[in-house]
C-alpha cells in the first residue's frame, strides 16, 4: 500500500476487542483532517464495520462492492463531515470476516491504483491475530498496536506484537496506551511491555502518546462524532491532537 508518492499508511490493531482500536482510528482521522491534512480511513474490520456509524455518515456501498467486482473503490469511498474520506467495511458479512490472502492482495491493489492524492491512510483492521488481520498490517508501513491496562489487553496485545515480529519480522510498531488515567501511566504501561518485547522477543516497540480516559469519548459516541467535534477541550481531544503532533515528528 505505498508508493514513494504515497501516503504514509499507518495500520491501527489490537490484541483484543473493546480497547477503543476504532475510536482511535476515527478520532485520529478526524485530528489529522483538522490539521489540515488530506486522510483516508479504511475500516478494514471487514466483519463487524463501524466507523461509519462512528463517523455519522450513511454509506449505502462498501469494499465488499469492490471485491465482488461490482464497483470500483473509487465509487465506494464517501466524505465525512469531518473531511474524511472513508472507505466503508461490511458488517454482518461473514464471508467478509474471512477474506484469503488473495483478496486482501486484490484490496492492496486496488489502493495501489487510486490517484486521489493523499497524506495519510488509516487503517483499522479486525482485533486478533487472524491471517487477514497479519496481511493487511504488513501491508503497512506504520503499526499502532492499541491497548488498555487490564491483563488480557495486554496479554493479546504482546501476542500480536510477537506475531508481528517473529513471524512477519515486521518493524515500526508503536504501542498506544488507550484509556489511561494520565499521560504517566501510559509511559509506564509502554515501558513495561517494552521490556518484556525486548526480554522475550529480541526487538522493542516504539512510543508515541497514550490516550486518557474520558467520559466525554463516551458521549461523543452516543452522538455519533468525534469527541474533537463533541467536546474540543476534553482531555482526549487534547491527547489526540498531541498524538498527530508526535506523528508528524515521522
Given at each position: 500500500?505505498?508508493?514513494?508518492?504515497?501516503?504514509?499508511?499507518?495500520?491501527?490493531?489490537?490484541?483484543?476487542?473493546?480497547?477503543?482500536?476504532?475510536?482511535?482510528?476515527?478520532?485520529?482521522?478526524?485530528?489529522?483532517?483538522?490539521?489540515?491534512?488530506?486522510?483516508?480511513?479504511?475500516d478494514a474490520d471487514l466483519g463487524m464495520a463501524n466507523a461509519q456509524i462512528a463517523l455519522g455518515v450513511h454509506a449505502p456501498l462498501?469494499?465488499?462492492?469492490?471485491?465482488?467486482?461490482?464497483?470500483?473503490?473509487?465509487?465506494?469511498?464517501?466524505?465525512?463531515?469531518?473531511?474524511?474520506?472513508?472507505?466503508?467495511?461490511?458488517?454482518?458479512?461473514?464471508?467478509?470476516?474471512?477474506?484469503?490472502?488473495?483478496?486482501?492482495?486484490?484490496?492492496?491493489?486496488?489502493?495501489?491504483?487510486?490517484?486521489?492524492?493523499?497524506?495519510?491512510?488509516?487503517?483499522?483492521?479486525?482485533?486478533?491475530?487472524?491471517?487477514?488481520?497479519?496481511?493487511?498490517?504488513?501491508?503497512?508501513?506504520?503499526?499502532?498496536?492499541?491497548?488498555?491496562?487490564?491483563?488480557?489487553?495486554?496479554?493479546?496485545?504482546?501476542?500480536?506484537?510477537?506475531?508481528?515480529?517473529?513471524?512477519?519480522?515486521?518493524?515500526?510498531?508503536?504501542?498506544?496506551?488507550?484509556?489511561?488515567?494520565?499521560?504517566?501511566?501510559?509511559?509506564?504501561?509502554?515501558?513495561?511491555?517494552?521490556?518484556?518485547?525486548?526480554?522475550?522477543?529480541?526487538?522493542?516497540?516504539?512510543?508515541?502518546?497514550?490516550?486518557?480516559?474520558?467520559?466525554?469519548?463516551?458521549?461523543?459516541?452516543?452522538?455519533?462524532?468525534?469527541?474533537?467535534?463533541h467536546a474540543p477541550g476534553s482531555a482526549a481531544a487534547r491527547d489526540f491532537r498531541q498524538l498527530v503532533q508526535a506523528i508528524e515528528?515521522?
Amino acid at each position: 500500500m505505498s508508493k514513494p508518492d504515497a501516503p504514509q499508511v499507518i495500520g491501527i490493531a489490537s490484541g483484543k476487542g473493546g480497547v477503543g482500536k476504532t475510536t482511535v482510528s476515527v478520532n485520529l482521522a478526524v485530528a489529522l483532517a483538522q490539521k489540515g491534512y488530506r486522510v483516508m480511513l479504511l475500516d478494514a474490520d471487514l466483519g463487524m464495520a463501524n466507523a461509519q456509524i462512528a463517523l455519522g455518515v450513511h454509506a449505502p456501498l462498501n469494499i465488499s462492492h469492490v471485491l465482488s467486482g461490482e464497483k470500483r473503490l473509487d465509487e465506494v469511498i464517501v466524505t465525512t463531515s469531518q473531511g474524511v474520506r472513508l472507505v466503508p467495511g461490511s458488517s454482518g458479512l461473514r464471508d467478509m470476516a474471512a477474506l484469503t490472502s488473495l483478496q486482501i492482495a486484490q484490496i492492496v491493489r486496488a489502493f495501489d491504483e487510486l490517484t486521489e492524492p493523499l497524506d495519510f491512510l488509516l487503517v483499522d483492521v479486525a482485533a486478533g491475530i487472524s491471517p487477514q488481520v497479519l496481511d493487511l498490517m504488513a501491508a503497512c508501513q506504520r503499526r499502532l498496536v492499541v491497548v488498555c491496562d487490564q491483563p488480557s489487553s495486554i496479554a493479546d496485545a504482546y501476542g500480536l506484537i510477537k506475531v508481528m515480529t517473529t513471524e512477519q519480522q515486521l518493524e515500526d510498531i508503536y504501542l498506544l496506551p488507550n484509556m489511561v488515567s494520565s499521560a504517566a501511566h501510559g509511559l509506564q504501561l509502554y515501558r513495561k511491555m517494552n521490556d518484556v518485547c525486548v526480554r522475550f522477543l529480541g526487538q522493542g516497540i516504539r512510543f508515541l502518546h497514550a490516550i486518557e480516559a474520558d467520559e466525554l469519548v463516551l458521549q461523543s459516541q452516543r452522538k455519533c462524532q468525534s469527541v474533537l467535534e463533541h467536546a474540543p477541550g476534553s482531555a482526549a481531544a487534547r491527547d489526540f491532537r498531541q498524538l498527530v503532533q508526535a506523528i508528524e515528528q515521522w
